[in-house]
Protein backbone atom coordinates (compact mmCIF):
# COMPACT_ATOMS: atom_id res chain seq x y z
CA UNK A 1 0.00 0.00 0.00
CA UNK A 2 3.04 2.07 1.04
CA UNK A 3 4.38 1.52 -2.41
CA UNK A 4 1.53 2.09 -4.46
CA UNK A 5 0.76 5.61 -2.45
CA UNK A 6 4.81 6.84 -3.13
CA UNK A 7 4.20 5.54 -7.40
CA UNK A 8 0.91 7.96 -6.77
CA UNK A 9 3.00 10.65 -5.38
CA UNK A 10 6.10 10.60 -7.74
CA UNK A 11 3.80 10.60 -10.65
CA UNK A 12 1.85 13.53 -9.23
CA UNK A 13 4.59 15.47 -8.98
CA UNK A 14 6.24 14.69 -12.43
CA UNK A 15 3.12 15.50 -14.12
CA UNK A 16 2.67 18.73 -12.23
CA UNK A 17 6.22 19.80 -13.11
CA UNK A 18 5.77 19.20 -16.74
CA UNK A 19 2.88 20.70 -17.34
CA UNK A 20 3.36 23.71 -14.75
CA UNK A 21 7.26 24.11 -14.32
CA UNK A 22 6.65 27.48 -13.04
CA UNK A 23 5.08 26.13 -9.79
CA UNK A 24 8.63 24.46 -8.97
CA UNK A 25 10.45 28.11 -9.59
CA UNK A 26 10.48 28.65 -5.47
CA UNK A 27 12.51 25.25 -4.62
CA UNK A 28 14.84 26.01 -7.71
CA UNK A 29 15.46 29.56 -7.26
CA UNK A 30 18.23 29.24 -4.62
CA UNK A 31 20.31 26.70 -6.64
CA UNK A 32 21.13 29.37 -9.70
CA UNK A 33 22.91 32.56 -9.77
CA UNK A 34 21.01 36.03 -9.77
CA UNK A 35 19.94 35.96 -13.37
CA UNK A 36 20.14 32.93 -14.66
CA UNK A 37 16.41 30.71 -15.60
CA UNK A 38 15.39 28.46 -12.84
CA UNK A 39 13.73 26.61 -15.28
CA UNK A 40 14.80 24.86 -18.31
CA UNK A 41 13.44 27.61 -21.00
CA UNK A 42 15.35 26.64 -24.43
CA UNK A 43 12.34 23.83 -24.86
CA UNK A 44 9.00 22.47 -23.60
CA UNK A 45 9.75 20.04 -21.06
CA UNK A 46 6.81 17.90 -21.75
CA UNK A 47 7.82 17.79 -25.29
CA UNK A 48 11.43 16.80 -24.64
CA UNK A 49 10.14 14.49 -22.22
CA UNK A 50 7.99 12.64 -24.44
CA UNK A 51 10.89 12.63 -27.33
CA UNK A 52 13.05 11.11 -24.66
CA UNK A 53 10.40 8.07 -24.13
CA UNK A 54 9.78 7.69 -27.87
CA UNK A 55 13.17 7.35 -28.20
CA UNK A 56 13.53 4.43 -25.79
CA UNK A 57 9.99 2.94 -26.94
CA UNK A 58 11.69 2.96 -30.92
CA UNK A 59 14.78 1.42 -29.79
CA UNK A 60 13.27 -1.27 -26.75
CA UNK A 61 10.57 -2.66 -29.70
CA UNK A 62 12.93 -4.13 -32.25
CA UNK A 63 15.34 -4.91 -29.49
CA UNK A 64 12.98 -6.72 -28.11
CA UNK A 65 11.67 -8.39 -30.98
CA UNK A 66 14.81 -9.63 -32.43
CA UNK A 67 16.10 -10.73 -29.15
CA UNK A 68 13.12 -12.69 -28.01
CA UNK A 69 13.26 -14.60 -31.46
CA UNK A 70 16.72 -15.56 -31.39
CA UNK A 71 16.14 -16.48 -27.76
CA UNK A 72 13.09 -18.82 -29.28
CA UNK A 73 15.24 -20.30 -31.91
CA UNK A 74 18.64 -21.02 -29.97
CA UNK A 75 16.17 -22.81 -27.63
CA UNK A 76 14.94 -25.10 -30.29
CA UNK A 77 17.06 -28.65 -31.17
CA UNK A 78 17.43 -27.37 -34.73
CA UNK A 79 18.92 -23.63 -33.51
CA UNK A 80 20.72 -24.76 -30.88
CA UNK A 81 24.07 -24.68 -32.79
CA UNK A 82 24.13 -21.17 -32.68
CA UNK A 83 23.74 -20.20 -29.43
CA UNK A 84 27.17 -19.19 -28.96
CA UNK A 85 26.92 -17.08 -32.23
CA UNK A 86 23.63 -15.31 -31.00
CA UNK A 87 25.18 -14.73 -27.41
CA UNK A 88 28.37 -12.87 -29.37
CA UNK A 89 26.00 -10.93 -30.50
CA UNK A 90 24.08 -10.03 -27.79
CA UNK A 91 26.75 -9.46 -25.61
CA UNK A 92 28.39 -6.89 -28.32
CA UNK A 93 25.47 -4.60 -27.37
CA UNK A 94 26.51 -4.14 -24.10
CA UNK A 95 30.83 -4.49 -24.55
CA UNK A 96 30.68 -1.74 -26.92
CA UNK A 97 29.86 1.42 -24.95
CA UNK A 98 27.03 3.67 -26.72
CA UNK A 99 29.56 6.95 -26.90
CA UNK A 100 31.68 4.66 -29.25
CA UNK A 101 28.16 3.55 -31.19
CA UNK A 102 27.31 7.26 -31.41
CA UNK A 103 31.52 8.40 -32.48
CA UNK A 104 31.49 5.38 -35.33
CA UNK A 105 27.63 5.51 -36.38
CA UNK A 106 27.54 9.84 -37.01
CA UNK A 107 29.34 9.41 -39.96
CA UNK A 108 27.59 7.41 -41.94
CA UNK A 109 24.37 8.16 -40.00
CA UNK A 110 24.58 11.69 -39.62
CA UNK A 111 23.98 13.53 -36.51
CA UNK A 112 20.39 13.20 -34.70
CA UNK A 113 17.94 10.19 -34.38
CA UNK A 114 19.24 7.24 -35.88
CA UNK A 115 22.82 7.18 -34.26
CA UNK A 116 21.50 7.08 -30.62
CA UNK A 117 18.38 4.61 -31.62
CA UNK A 118 21.29 2.38 -32.72
CA UNK A 119 23.18 2.27 -29.23
CA UNK A 120 19.93 1.70 -27.36
CA UNK A 121 18.86 -1.25 -29.81
CA UNK A 122 22.43 -2.78 -28.90
CA UNK A 123 22.17 -2.06 -25.19
CA UNK A 124 19.07 -3.67 -25.05
CA UNK A 125 19.51 -7.20 -26.33
CA UNK A 126 21.41 -8.97 -23.92
CA UNK A 127 18.95 -8.28 -21.26
CA UNK A 128 15.91 -9.63 -23.40
CA UNK A 129 17.79 -12.12 -25.07
CA UNK A 130 19.49 -13.90 -21.77
CA UNK A 131 16.05 -13.59 -19.49
CA UNK A 132 14.15 -15.02 -22.42
CA UNK A 133 15.96 -17.95 -22.83
CA UNK A 134 16.29 -18.97 -18.87
CA UNK A 135 12.64 -19.06 -19.35
CA UNK A 136 12.64 -21.38 -22.33
CA UNK A 137 15.27 -23.03 -21.31
CA UNK A 138 13.99 -23.80 -17.24
CA UNK A 139 10.52 -24.74 -18.28
CA UNK A 140 9.51 -27.85 -16.88
CA UNK A 141 9.98 -30.91 -19.76
CA UNK A 142 6.62 -32.34 -18.23
CA UNK A 143 4.58 -29.17 -19.64
CA UNK A 144 5.93 -29.70 -22.72
CA UNK A 145 5.24 -33.73 -23.26
CA UNK A 146 1.29 -32.87 -21.46
CA UNK A 147 0.97 -30.37 -24.52
CA UNK A 148 1.95 -32.73 -26.86
CA UNK A 149 0.01 -35.25 -25.38
CA UNK A 150 -2.92 -33.45 -25.89
CA UNK A 151 -2.13 -32.92 -29.80
CA UNK A 152 -0.93 -29.51 -30.06
CA UNK A 153 1.90 -28.78 -32.77
CA UNK A 154 4.85 -26.96 -31.95
CA UNK A 155 3.58 -24.31 -32.88
CA UNK A 156 0.45 -24.51 -30.75
CA UNK A 157 2.72 -25.19 -27.92
CA UNK A 158 5.01 -22.61 -28.38
CA UNK A 159 2.24 -19.72 -28.42
CA UNK A 160 -0.58 -21.23 -26.17
CA UNK A 161 2.34 -22.93 -23.15
CA UNK A 162 5.49 -21.78 -24.01
CA UNK A 163 5.58 -18.11 -24.74
CA UNK A 164 2.79 -17.41 -21.39
CA UNK A 165 4.35 -19.12 -19.23
CA UNK A 166 7.50 -17.56 -20.38
CA UNK A 167 6.02 -14.17 -20.35
CA UNK A 168 7.35 -13.24 -16.59
CA UNK A 169 10.50 -13.56 -16.99
CA UNK A 170 10.88 -11.97 -21.12
CA UNK A 171 9.32 -9.27 -19.46
CA UNK A 172 11.57 -8.67 -16.48
CA UNK A 173 14.40 -9.09 -19.36
CA UNK A 174 12.28 -5.66 -20.88
CA UNK A 175 12.34 -4.01 -17.73
CA UNK A 176 15.97 -3.95 -17.37
CA UNK A 177 16.68 -3.26 -21.33
CA UNK A 178 13.72 -0.22 -20.85
CA UNK A 179 15.34 1.01 -17.63
CA UNK A 180 19.15 1.18 -19.57
CA UNK A 181 17.32 2.56 -22.70
CA UNK A 182 16.14 5.59 -20.61
CA UNK A 183 19.48 6.50 -18.97
CA UNK A 184 21.02 5.92 -21.69
CA UNK A 185 19.42 7.85 -23.68
CA UNK A 186 20.47 11.27 -22.51
CA UNK A 187 23.74 11.32 -24.50
CA UNK A 188 21.82 11.01 -27.83
CA UNK A 189 21.59 14.94 -27.22
CA UNK A 190 25.75 14.69 -27.74
CA UNK A 191 24.63 14.19 -31.36
CA UNK A 192 21.89 16.31 -31.62
CA UNK A 193 18.99 13.93 -30.50
CA UNK A 194 16.22 15.07 -28.77
CA UNK A 195 15.79 13.86 -24.94
CA UNK A 196 16.75 15.28 -21.45
CA UNK A 197 20.13 14.96 -22.02
CA UNK A 198 19.25 18.09 -23.76
CA UNK A 199 18.88 19.62 -19.92
CA UNK A 200 21.91 18.18 -18.54
CA UNK A 201 23.89 19.67 -21.34
CA UNK A 202 22.77 22.82 -20.74
CA UNK A 203 22.82 22.99 -17.22
CA UNK A 204 27.34 21.83 -17.56
CA UNK A 205 27.71 24.33 -20.25
CA UNK A 206 25.88 27.38 -18.13
CA UNK A 207 27.13 25.97 -14.89
CA UNK A 208 23.35 25.95 -13.65
CA UNK A 209 22.96 23.38 -11.33
CA UNK A 210 18.76 23.81 -11.75
CA UNK A 211 18.86 22.47 -15.71
CA UNK A 212 20.99 19.48 -14.40
CA UNK A 213 18.79 17.96 -11.70
CA UNK A 214 15.73 18.96 -13.58
CA UNK A 215 17.24 16.52 -16.24
CA UNK A 216 19.02 14.17 -13.99
CA UNK A 217 15.74 13.56 -11.55
CA UNK A 218 13.29 13.77 -14.43
CA UNK A 219 15.34 11.03 -16.24
CA UNK A 220 15.42 8.61 -12.78
CA UNK A 221 11.63 9.73 -12.02
CA UNK A 222 10.72 7.83 -15.53
CA UNK A 223 12.95 4.61 -14.89
CA UNK A 224 11.30 4.10 -11.62
CA UNK A 225 7.79 4.59 -12.95
CA UNK A 226 8.44 2.40 -15.70
CA UNK A 227 10.37 0.22 -13.73
CA UNK A 228 7.04 0.34 -11.50
CA UNK A 229 4.88 -0.37 -14.39
CA UNK A 230 6.72 -3.38 -15.71
CA UNK A 231 6.76 -4.86 -11.99
CA UNK A 232 3.58 -5.00 -11.93
CA UNK A 233 2.21 -6.21 -14.56
CA UNK A 234 4.71 -9.29 -14.04
CA UNK A 235 3.29 -9.85 -10.89
CA UNK A 236 -0.12 -9.76 -11.72
CA UNK A 237 1.02 -12.40 -14.50
CA UNK A 238 2.64 -14.70 -11.77
CA UNK A 239 -0.41 -14.40 -9.79
CA UNK A 240 -2.60 -15.63 -13.10
CA UNK A 241 -0.57 -18.28 -13.28
CA UNK A 242 -0.35 -19.75 -9.77
CA UNK A 243 -4.10 -18.94 -9.46
CA UNK A 244 -4.58 -21.70 -12.54
Do not use: K
Request: with cysteine; glycine share 6%; hydrophobic share 55%.
Amino acid sequence: MIRRISVACLCIVVLAFLLMPDMFRPVLQPLVAEGMPPIYDRANLLMLTLAHLGLVVAAIIPSAILAVSLAIFVSRPAGSEFLPLSRALTNFGQTFPPVAVLALTVPLLGFGLWPTLLALFLYGLLPIFENTLAAFVTLSPSVREAAAAMGMTPRQRLWRVELPLALPLILEGGRIATIIALSTATIGSTVAARSLGEVIIAGLNSNNLAFILQGGILTAALALLISEVFSFVIRRLQYTQQAR
